[in-house]
């Protein structure tokens, strides 16, 4: 072996043992990033980088992939701080966080997040508060394996930073969203959590999350394309909900599919105004789509299959419109109600609210295609056009009870199968189920009040 050779091996060997020396440390990346002006880019090369960084007002830091490694276990890995009239970026890097928070946008400007993975072992993947933030083609991973849900333990309030577990995927408070192709999946506590802040998200999956896939808590959001599928409640006995919303908040989906959770598909509560276009809600533990409280909520051409308990269950609801929908396979499931228990399956559980179906099959629910509870009210509240019920056996179509039925209230549902000889039949007055009361709601635990730094810290 020639000296050269001898001197690069060992030379390679140094560089192996103490790190590539073309990479800069975290303070040496900080000097550059605090001397760079707005609209300048620092770039990171295939370099791993370990410590705390800030990028400043306007500046972008563009890495070069998923070998471009910036990671951290205390306080915050990566802040992009904002202000009105500049934009802040990261750009394709992948952020490996077991400290509070990965990625935070803080200040009252514009930020961009994207072509990044972020993996987080505990804390927050991504958390922003007043600022505007554009998230794109970001994969935020925690470490609940999908495989492992039903033996994982959920993180239980309250939530605190370096608590050990990863909680929250996104954590959004008085801020703007836009959230394209951008998937959180295997978080102890929510998917990502919306507080007061205005949301669009599009071609998205929020997937494998224990407790809560996607909460939206007043404000607002607008949902295209986006899959809330498989949340969990894990080891413990606790409700699940592939999508929560809560409050003062409006929701509009396009195709959006809530899919195969432990409990709850859509949950909607407390004044919500919800309208979703060409819904999939299918094979929830409980209720494929669930309202309580008031607001008001449209399904426009969706498919709610092969849910537990109830298809749609909505209560003290003044204003459902169910049009052009399929609701079936609704299979037999027990809930518990304060000192109750309910057992049901049916497609539409009604109770004391008002509105309208059209254009709507009800097939092969195991208990009744359409309850209807008037609590003491009248048939007159609702109106049908076009609707069909289905059943064999014992199933029942479409009952009204404890009210004032009105003669030919039913006019425009058409009975299939058994059940034009089991309604008129039917001598009992079913179970109904009641509202859900805070309990069982998940806690946000002063997230609302607090902001994010409740959970990510100064």
């Known amino acids: 072996m020639t000296l050269r050779l001898s001197i690069a091996l060992a030379l390679v060997a140094l560089a192996s043992a103490c790190g590539d020396p073309s990479c800069p440390s975290a303070a040496e990346l900080q000097t550059e ?23 400043p ?47 935070v946008a803080t200040g009252s400007g514009d930020a961009v997040l994207e072509g990044t993975e972020i993996v987080v072992s505990q804390g927050v993947g991504v958390a922003v508060e007043g ?8 994969d935020i991973v925690g470490p609940v394996d999908a495989a492992d849900l039903a033996v994982s333990l959920p993180a239980l309030p309250p939530f605190s930073c370096g608590g050990g577990a990863a909680t929250h995927g996104l954590v ?16 102890e506590a929510f998917g990502a959590l919306l507080v007061r802040s205005t949301t669009t998200w599009s071609e998205s999956e929020l997937r494998a999350n224990l407790g809560v896939g996607l909460e939206v808590l007043d404000g607002s959001a607008d949902l295209t394309d986006v899959t809330l599928a498989e949340a969990s409640f894990g080891a413990l006995a606790i409700e699940a909900y592939d999508g929560i919303f809560v409050g003062d908040a409006t929701v509009t989906s396009t195709r959006l599919r809530a899919t195969d959770g432990s409990t709850y598909g859509l949950f909607h509560a ?13 094979g929830n533990g409980f209720a494929g789509v669930w309202a309580q409280g008031g607001g008001a909520l449209t399904l426009d051409g969706a498919t709610v299959m092969d849910n537990a308990f ?7 609801n003044p204003a459902l419109e169910v049009l ?39 097939r092969r629910n195991a208990r009744v295609g359409l309850l209807l509870d008037l609590d003491g009210g009248t048939t007159v509240d609702y109106s049908f056009d076009s609707v069909v019920v289905e059943g064999v056996g014992a199933e029942l179509g479409a009952i009204a009870q404890n009210g004032t039925v009105a003669p030919g209230w039913d006019a425009a549902i058409d009975r299939l199968g058994d059940t034009a000889v089991n309604d008129p039949a039917l001598a009992d007055v079913l179970d109904i189920a009641g509202a859900v009361g805070p309990p069982c709601l998940p806690p946000v635990d002063g997230v609302a009040t607090g902001g994010i730094g409740t959970l990510v810290g100064p």
Do not use: K, N, P
């Open 131 to 138: 600022a505007s933030l554009t998230i794109r083609d970001v």
């Open 172 to 187: 959004a408070v008085d801020a703007t969203v836009v959230a394209e192709r951008t998937d959180v999946r295997g978080f």
């Open 324 to 362: 052009g929908s399929t609701i079936g396979g609704t299979r037999e499931s027990a809930g518990v109600f304060g000192l109750r228990t309910v057992t049901a399956a049916d497609g539409l559980h009604l109770i004391r609210s008002a509105g309208s179906v059209e254009g709507t099959d009800l």
């Open 33 to 55: 990033l605090d001397a760079a002006a707005a609209g300048e880019v620092v770039l990171l090369g295939a370099c791993r980088v370990e410590g705390s960084l800030v990028v």
């Open 270 to 282: 407390d004044g919500v105004v919800a309208t979703h276009t060409d819904a999939t809600v299918t």
């Open 57 to 103: 007002v306007g500046v972008t830091l563009a890495g070069e992939g998923a070998d471009s490694i910036v990671m951290g276990a205390t306080g915050r890995v990566l802040t992009l701080e904002t202000a009105a009239g500049s934009v802040t970026t990261a750009r394709d890097l992948r952020v490996e966080s077991s400290a509070c928070g990965a990625v």
């Open 310 to 316: 109830a298809g749609v269950a909505t209560f003290d």
